[in-house]
């Protein structure tokens, strides 16, 4: 037996590679790394970090990128095993439905589609304030009430035009193809890697260590919560394992994406945090381009235009990769009858789920337009806490019930490492606001609705 008999019974794996509404496989390790890259590095470097400073952390927030890494890379690990054993898209979604059966894929693919829509329109309210940025110092200015989600400031705001729009523009670009949407993206990354280590290397000579010396103003509780807040701009690696259906040896490249890109970007992560906090006061960050706040305020102005430059190229990537990750995960809830068959419709021509994209695309700019970037940010974090904990519960499950399938690449210290996982997921997830639990608790009641509701009557497996 080479899979679980649960997944023998499901059409939309067992015979995914050899109809022909199957997704085109073009992408190598160096693609899904940079994938991986893509979308970890953007609105947690050149947004939330300085949010996250100023409103949680302190200059703590260093050890609260290290609690979120440590987390991700406990989770990523297991994520590693599971995608070495099945290489379908989807993620975690088809993971839970292989180790802990249907019910429970739903409920975290459900969730799934918490993280990645919200994470898709967080990003592109982030990318739009970037973008009001440059153009203003270019002489450019946008009104406010075009700028700004009605709900963000109902007496100014109106609806956020750039962020509705470049959202609109990118689900565009993934219609067309992943090949060309990973071709582009490269060039996204490249981009915004060559600014941060700029600013790595010109700030770092400019650190004053007295902004350092209340290092943890709000506490270790300001540390954990901050640490929940960004947790949601790790999800670049999970992001990999959505594409493992296009990915040409999606076994051994699949675990390399996920495990590399974690390593680099978090390592990027706290050495950002430590300039930026060191450069300006923790104090005075709570402001969309936190980056161009701290090149403006030590005299470099020749570098803020770059670094603006930077953040939307590097925005653009993350959101480019959340976009195509969310599309796939309904690609693969509909190819198991959980959803209607349209999500699951592949172009005749480009050989991807363009009903789906666009429809993805659609709601995330209507939510960027309207919808506050704080309480977006929040959502998506306890969403890809819960769904990282699931997976981490899953590779434990599957070691237990079918220890004799193939591994490619096997987690190590099974049961203590998914076990911690857990323990670390939940820990970051009970530090979060309590009207965040609310809102997640009403999202998987609406989920359960569908699903009893559409998901049962015409599951694949029934």
């Not at 953007?42 to 050890?63: D, E, H, N, S």
Request: aromatic fraction near 10%.
């Amino acid at each position: 037996m080479n899979i679980p008999q649960q997944l023998l019974q499901r059409k939309s794996i067992a015979a995914l590679s050899s109809d022909g509404n199957s997704l085109k496989k073009t992408l190598d390790a160096k693609d899904l790394t940079v994938l991986g890259v893509g979308a970890i590095i953007g609105a947690g470097i050149f947004v939330l970090t300085g949010i996250v400073a100023a409103k949680f952390a302190g200059p703590a927030i260093i050890v609260s990128f290290m609690l979120a890494g440590i987390a991700c890379a406990l989770a990523a690990l297991c994520y590693s095993e599971l995608a070495s054993m099945i290489p379908v898209s989807g993620s975690a979604y088809s993971y839970a439905y292989a180790t802990m059966g249907e019910l429970m894929a739903w409920i975290i693919g459900w969730d799934l589609v918490l993280e990645y829509a919200l994470a898709s329109s967080t990003v592109a309210i982030g990318w739009a304030g970037y973008l009001t940025s440059f153009l203003s110092t270019l002489g450019v200015n946008l009104p406010t009430y075009l700028t700004t989600a009605y709900l963000a400031d109902p007496g100014q705001g109106l609806v956020n035009l750039p962020a509705m729009i470049i959202i609109l523009l990118l689900t565009g670009l993934l219609i067309i193809g992943i090949r060309q949407s990973a071709q582009f993206n490269f060039v996204m990354v490249v981009t915004k890697l060559a600014v941060i280590i700029v600013f790595i290397f010109a700030g770092s000579g400019h650190i004053q260590t007295e902004n350092w010396a209340n290092f943890a103003p709000f506490g270790v509780n300001g540390i954990v919560t901050g640490a929940g807040v960004i947790f949601f701009a790790y999800i670049g690696f999970d992001a990999v394992s959505t594409a493992a259906q296009e990915a040409i040896n999606p076994e051994k490249d699949v675990p390399f994406g996920i495990i590399v890109s974690l390593v680099a970007c978090t390592a990027l992560y706290i050495l950002v945090a430590a300039v930026l906090t060191g450069i300006i006061s923790y104090t005075e960050l709570n402001v969309p381009a936190p980056i161009a706040l701290a090149v403006d305020h030590i005299g470099m102005t020749w570098l803020s235009p770059l670094i603006k430059l930077g953040a939307i190229a590097g925005l653009t990537s993350v959101m480019l990769v959340l976009l195509m990750g969310q599309s796939r995960i309904f690609y693969s809830m509909s190819r198991d009858k959980l959803l209607p068959p349209l999500f699951a419709k592949v172009h005749p021509l480009f050989q991807t789920p363009h009903q789906s994209t666009l429809l993805v695309g659609i709601a995330v700019a209507l939510l960027a337009g309207f919808m506050p970037i704080e309480k977006l940010g929040e959502l998506v974090s306890i969403g890809t806490l819960f769904a990282f904990a699931l997976v981490c519960g899953g590779v434990w499950i599957l070691r237990i019930s079918h220890p004799e399938l193939p591994r490619h690449f096997k987690c190590p210290y099974v049961p203590y490492v998914p076990l911690a996982g857990i323990l670390v997921c939940l820990g970051l997830m009970a530090g979060l606001p309590a009207d965040t639990w609310v809102r997640l608790f009403v999202w998987l009641l609406l989920g359960f609705g569908i699903y009893f509701g559409y998901g049962v009557k015409h599951s694949a497996l029934r």
